[in-house]
């Protein structure tokens, strides 16, 4: 048997923008489109590793800032590295932690050099840099390693977003020549470079062309899914994607609702990953063909049907939506390991059922069946 690549993409079918195909990689194949559960602190919350590969899954996501802090990147190397610190066997990708270091700590200060901030956790001062972001997720034995970016807000002057962008394109390059010198990890992993350009047309063609120049294993497409609304993510959409490279994978960071994914699937990107089905599981939201649901509502107390009908998890399959009701009311943390574990499943059926119908160039009447069931009744998001 020959040997697994280090990277390679081959799309296999296309319908419109959209495309089907299989990103491979030394731990394992990765079907397009893929949803990427989040497992910020080294675990999918509430869930356990064989049950989100059961699910479909065949990535997931790891958080570069958080496991920094905790419980370390280079305590994580020492224990054998991040898959089998947490028991998970196939690929996983690393966001860089530049999203979080501008949402989530105080007393941020941004320099050419990169990052410095306090702890959310316990105040202590860190500072990121595309080699120190580079190197955490080396330490941590990412499979697919993000450039390291500057995240501004889509409501910042062009200027802002002008020189933010450019920086983020100089850290690329930083980050791209830390990642080459990995030493072995360089021969086994991949890397992402992340186009930004806020929603600006034209400084997000400046972006894809340094990057592209560059030459990243794969692209993603930064700085939305942060407020902007859908009709402007897709706007952009539009316009960003096809400045990509169509022979490469292109990831859609922070998205998002099922609905999003599907609209972004017709515009030809081939990833994503969002907190949003294990956060919604844990509160009582579930996910269904129908829409969301609040199973705290009254309404389902004697409720003896499953969560969806049309769906072939164990948990529709075993239990009702009153039986679930009660565990989410009672407090109970059975109530979120099965609600998120319903939620993963519908997110991995929804990426199969798209991957089906762009392999038979039915796209369209499967979104457009989909968003006639699902309605406009989305949940909030925060993909984060």
């Given amino acids: ?29 990765i079907r397009t489109p893929a949803f990427m559960p989040v497992g910020t602190a080294a675990t999918v919350k509430a869930m356990k590793p064989s049950d989100v590969r059961a699910a479909g899954a065949d990535i997931i996501l790891g958080n570069t ?22 028991g998970w066997d196939r690929p996983i990708l690393t966001d860089s932690g530049g999203y979080q270091v501008m949402s989530l700590s105080e007393l941020t200060k941004r320099s050419e050099e990169g990052v410095s901030f306090a ?11 595309p080699e120190r972001s580079t190197e955490i997720q080396r330490l941590l034995g990412s499979d697919i390693v993000m450039a390291f970016d500057e995240l501004v807000p889509t409501t910042s002057t062009r200027d802002v977003q002008a020189e933010a962008m450019e920086r983020s394109m100089r850290w690329a390059r930083r980050s791209r020549d830390a990642f080459l010198a990995g030493g072995d990890h360089a021969q086994v992993a ?14 997000r063609g400046i972006s894809a062309g340094k990057l592209i120049d560059i030459r990243f294993d794969g692209y993603a497409v930064g700085g ?11 706007r952009v959409l539009d316009f960003a994607a096809p400045m990509l490279p169509e022979d490469r994978p292109r990831y859609l ?13 017709e515009r030809g990107i081939d990833m994503f990953d969002c907190v949003l089905p294990t956060r919604s599981g844990r509160t009582g939201q579930a996910f269904t063909s129908a ?7 009254a309404r389902f107390n004697e409720d003896q049907g499953p969560l969806d009908p049309g769906c072939t998890c164990p948990v529709c399959a075993t239990w009702s939506r009153a039986y679930l009701h009660h565990l989410i009311r ?9 609600m998120t574990e319903h939620n993963i499943h519908f997110y991995q059926q929804l990426m199969q059922g798209l991957r089906t119908a762009i392999e038979e160039s039915r796209l369209a009447a499967f979104a457009s069946g989909f968003r006639a069931r699902y309605g406009a009744s989305g949940g909030k998001a925060g993909c984060e």
């Fill in 1 to 29: 048997m020959s040997e697994r690549p280090r990277f390679s993409f081959q799309v296999s079918a296309t319908d419109g923008r959209a495309r089907t195909g299989l990103i491979s990689m030394k731990r394992g194949d």
């Fill in 291 to 297: 829409g969301p649901i609040n199973l705290k509502n």
């Fill in 119 to 129: 702890s959310h956790l316990d105040g202590t001062k860190h500072m990121i840099s």
């Fill in 190 to 203: 991949a890397q992402f470079g992340i186009q930004q350009g806020a929603l600006d047309q034209e400084l």
């Fill in 65 to 86: 800032y958080h496991l920094m802090l905790r419980p370390g990147a280079e305590r994580v190397a020492r224990l054998g590295g991040l898959h089998r610190f947490m």
């Fill in 253 to 265: 960071m922070g998205v998002g609702k099922p609905d999003d994914i599907v609209g972004a699937v």
């Fill in 330 to 338: 009672s407090g109970e943390i059975l109530g979120a390991m099965l």
């Fill in 224 to 234: 939305l899914a942060v407020g902007e609304g859908q009709a402007e993510t897709f």
